[in-house]
C-alpha cells in the first residue's frame, strides 16, 4: 500500500512540471541585462524601509529601476513570464543574481569595515590615544 502511494505521489510530482514553452516576446529583455536588472530591483526591494535623508521612509524606489532601464512594468511583465516559463534559465538567471548581490554585499561589508576603522583612528587621534593600543584592552570602552 505505501509503496502505491509513493509511485503515485511520484507521478503527480513528476506531471506537474510546466510543459507549455511561451513564444518569446518581440521586445523581451537580453538575459544580460535581466540580470543587472533583477539585482537593482532586489536592491530597490531591499532599501524601502531604509530611511533617506529627508527622513522619509517606504519611497518606492522601483520607477527608478524601470527609469534606469528604459522600461515599464509591462515589458518586464512580459520578458519575466517568458523567463519563468524556461525554469533552467530562469534558475540560471537567479543564480547569477544571487552571485552578484552577494559580491556587492562583500564589497559593501569590506567599506563599512573600512569607515569604521577610519572612524576608530579619527576618533583616536581627537582624544590623543595611540594607535599601538591593542583591541583587547577595551578600545570600545576607551574611545567611549
Known amino acids: 500500500m505505501k509503496r502505491i502511494v509513493f509511485i503515485v505521489f511520484l507521478i503527480v510530482l513528476i506531471s506537474c512540471e510546466s510543459k507549455i514553452k511561451y513564444k518569446k516576446p518581440d521586445n523581451l529583455i537580453p538575459r544580460e541585462e535581466m ?3 533583477l539585482i537593482d530591483m532586489h536592491i530597490a526591494t531591499g532599501t524601502t524601509t531604509v530611511k533617506e535623508i529627508s527622513e522619509e521612509k517606504n519611497i518606492n524606489y522601483m520607477g527608478l529601476v524601470y527609469e534606469k532601464y528604459q522600461i515599464d512594468s509591462t515589458r518586464f511583465a512580459e520578458s519575466n513570464f517568458y523567463y519563468i516559463s524556461n525554469i533552467d534559465e530562469y534558475e540560471s538567471i537567479f543564480r547569477e543574481v544571487k552571485k552578484q548581490l552577494k559580491e556587492i554585499q562583500e564589497i559593501y561589508s569590506l567599506r563599512i569595515d573600512s569607515l569604521d576603522r577610519m572612524e576608530m583612528d579619527s576618533s583616536r ?13 577595551g578600545e570600545a570602552d576607551i574611545v567611549k
Open 35 to 37: 540580470i543587472n536588472l
Open 125 to 137: 587621534a581627537k582624544m590623543n590615544i595611540p594607535k599601538n593600543i591593542p583591541k583587547r584592552l
